[in-house]
């Protein structure tokens, strides 16, 4: 057997340049997407914190940390696709304290009824992209946190967002892998029935990177989740850029206020798991 490098350099990760103690609890990843965001991802979910600083910049990922309503949280901005998030996931997972990552970005409804502006809350994905295949066999389950989903909803609820709950699809091609047609209309059998397919199945929304963090937070016990903005839909061709990416990076932020708090609560009572009455008995 060979002799792996690590990609380390002056005990930093080369990929994120990310410190420890730079790095909070509570991870948020986003890619630089066109679809949702005007600028860099991490840059403009930061502008919702009350304070914030630029921890780490390599070019390929872009790392702030700060605070909001008094929870310590830091997000990142990646390129598009589970592999680039799987970089900046690892990093954390092996060079931090962190224990939380939630993805927040776009997303395509495939639900007549999963409109542009609505978001979506991630219970599970399907896992249709191959890195998280290179970690472990298909059949292993990508399930969101149940405190982060339960977050999450409480959050869409206070705030009074329009949301779904329930299955993403990741995958990786954005063309014929979404029913697209490529180059001179190149187009299989099996691809024109994608999207039929899934939505029978009853996935909300298609996106390319919930499965890789799902599958790699249950893989190695953190906790992960995902909320997803709607910009367009698969079954009325409406395309929105930006609807309700406002809307899932609030939702997030707030959801991270009730985890904090639930934490606290857990600590408290020596309790590894979150239930109802820890916080809220009568």
């Known amino acids: ?14 990929f994120t340049r990310i410190k420890p103690e730079k790095v909070a609890r509570y991870v948020l990843l986003a890619v630089r997407d066109p679809l949702g965001f005007k600028r860099d991802a991490a840059e403009e979910i930061a502008s919702y914190f009350d304070t914030y600083e630029k921890v780490a910049d390599t ?5 702030y940390t700060g605070t909001y309503k008094g929870v310590p949280v830091t997000v990142c901005s990646t390129g598009s696709g589970c592999p680039d998030t799987e970089l900046a996931l690892m990093d954390f997972m092996l060079y931090s304290n962190a224990d939380t990552f939630i993805r927040v970005g776009t997303s395509g409804g495939f639900q007549p009824y999963v409109k542009p502006g609505d978001i979506v809350i991630t219970t599970s994905a399907v896992r249709d992209e191959g890195t998280s295949e290179e970690y472990v066999k298909p059949i292993f389950p990508a399930i969101a946190h149940y405190e982060v989903v339960l977050a999450l909803i409480q959050a869409a609820e206070e705030l009074n967002v329009r949301y779904h709950v329930g299955i993403t699809r990741s995958n990786d ?77 609030k939702t997030t932020l707030e959801a991270l206020t009730y985890l904090y708090k639930w934490d606290k609560d857990k600590e408290k009572a020596n309790k590894k798991f979150w239930y109802p009455r820890l916080t809220y008995e009568q």
């Not at 057997?1 to 080369?14: C, Q, S």
């Not at 070019?59 to 790392?63: A, I, L, P, Q, R």
């Open 59 to 63: 070019g390929m990922f872009k790392t």
């Open 1 to 14: 057997m060979g002799k792996v490098p690590t990609f380390k350099e002056k005990g930093e990760p080369v």
């Open 173 to 249: 091609a954005i063309y014929c892998g979404l029913g697209r047609p490529a180059v001179n209309n190149y187009l299989q059998k099996e691809h024109e029935e994608i999207i039929e397919y899934w939505s029978k199945a009853g996935v909300l929304n298609i996106e390319r990177e919930a499965s890789i963090i799902l599958t790699l937070c249950n893989l190695f016990g953190y906790r992960g989740g995902c909320v997803c903005a709607v910009v367009d839909n698969y079954f009325t061709g409406e395309l929105k850029l930006g609807a309700g990416v406002e809307e899932a990076i």
